[in-house]
């Protein structure tokens, strides 16, 4: 029988501090040429084994091999000028300098692929690999080419769309697009953000997932959150779409969020990972913590459809931090796993 309640990470987990800086979000790598590839493969091991220690049954490179989880991947692509650097808000909510798309974007080689089939060699564990979502690359970019963000949009899902059937052939189980967009830009999610994502998942037989948060825990997305009240219902926006939509699984922050649990009755029927881990303070959940709120959601999500996961990454926080969390949440999963089988 397949076990209930497999549980696994929303994406990143902290790099060793010999491969980039501690406890920085994008920090810029400590190592060169071949002493950086062989690091990153390195770090990827230790990342795995950590999360094997804890008890993870789904498990990921933790990004090892990325610095950032969407410009590392734009990076690969033909018709982005990286000099050309332009400033603009991202998600509404911040300035970053972002490079320039400056005529038409392909995918040169693959971008990922040998890293997930390194990863696949050392586990038999599922395997899980997340790509950005076509809605937040486009919303970590200036477009001097396009002129048009749907169209531009388009691109990325056909670009994704070679990228996951690569990660597909190589091993994946689950191919994770991030759209923290989803969250932000609703009408344009709904015109046209959700039918993207369809085109990049387009032809997968492995499982599919997006992962919707409200970001990291870096001081503007911890100000933004204060501004969005006591009930976050941001997800109400997106869910209808989502839950008629192709997507397998839709993995949300829920653990000290606003979010009102009920919303997840929108997306009945789709596996859902649910954030039990806040990923925003260094406090470490207690097992009963996690067990809670994996009860609450319990209330709209069959048990078979549950995944226990972190709230987002946990790339800014202490490996000790992180490693306390991974095995809370593992606790958690295995308290109310319990309660199920009697
Ligand atoms: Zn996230």
Same mark, same amino acid.
């Given at each position: ?43 990827l ?7 094997q ?15 950032h ?8 692509l033909n ?7 332009k ?52 919303? %970590? ?66 499982? %599919? ?5 409200y ?56 596996k ?65 796993r ?5």
């Amino acid at each position: 029988m397949k076990k209930l309640l497999p549980t696994s990470t929303a994406g990143s987990l902290p790099k060793p501090s010999w491969l980039a800086e501690s406890e920085t979000l994008w920090s810029p790598w400590k190592l060169q040429d071949q002493a950086l590839v062989d690091g990153k493969k390195d770090a990827l091991c230790v990342s795995l084994h950590e999360q094997q220690q804890a008890g993870i049954d789904i498990v990921s490179d933790g990004e090892q091999t990325r610095q950032h989880f969407v410009t590392t991947f734009i990076e690969h692509l033909n018709g982005v000028d990286f000099e050309n650097r332009k400033i603009v808000k991202i998600r509404d909510r911040y300035d970053a300098s972002v490079p320039t798309v400056v005529g038409p974007v392909s995918r040169q080689k693959p971008v990922f692929v040998e890293a997930a089939k390194f990863l696949r060699q050392q586990t038999d564990q599922p395997i899980k690999w997340a790509l950005p979502g076509p809605m937040t690359m486009i919303d %970590t970019l200036y477009d001097d080419h396009y002129k048009s963000r749907e169209k531009l949009a388009w691109e990325f899902a056909i670009i994704l769309n070679q990228e996951a059937k690569e990660l597909e052939a190589a091993g994946v189980d689950i191919i994770q697009f991030d759209e923290p967009a989803f969250n932000v830009f609703f009408d344009d999610v709904n015109k046209w953000g959700i039918a993207c994502l369809e085109r990049a998942i387009e032809g997968l037989k492995c499982e %599919t997932a997006v992962h919707i948060c409200y970001g990291y825990g870096i001081k503007a997305n911890t100000d933004w959150k204060k501004t969005l009240g006591n009930e976050w219902r941001q997800y109400e926006e997106a869910f209808p779409k989502l839950q008629a939509s192709n997507i397998d699984i839709i993995s949300l922050e829920c653990h000290n969020s606003h979010v009102p649990m009920e919303l997840l009755e929108l997306i009945r029927g789709k596996k859902v990972m649910v954030g039990a881990i806040d990923v925003a303070t260094n406090t470490i959940e207690t097992p009963e913590e996690v067990a809670n709120t994996l009860r609450e959601a319990l209330k709209y999500v069959d048990a078979d459809k549950l995944y226990p996961c972190t709230n987002c990454g946990m790339a800014p926080l202490s490996r000790e931090v992180a490693r306390g969390k991974l095995k809370a949440l593992s606790d958690g999963a295995a308290i109310v796993r319990k309660e199920l089988s009697v």
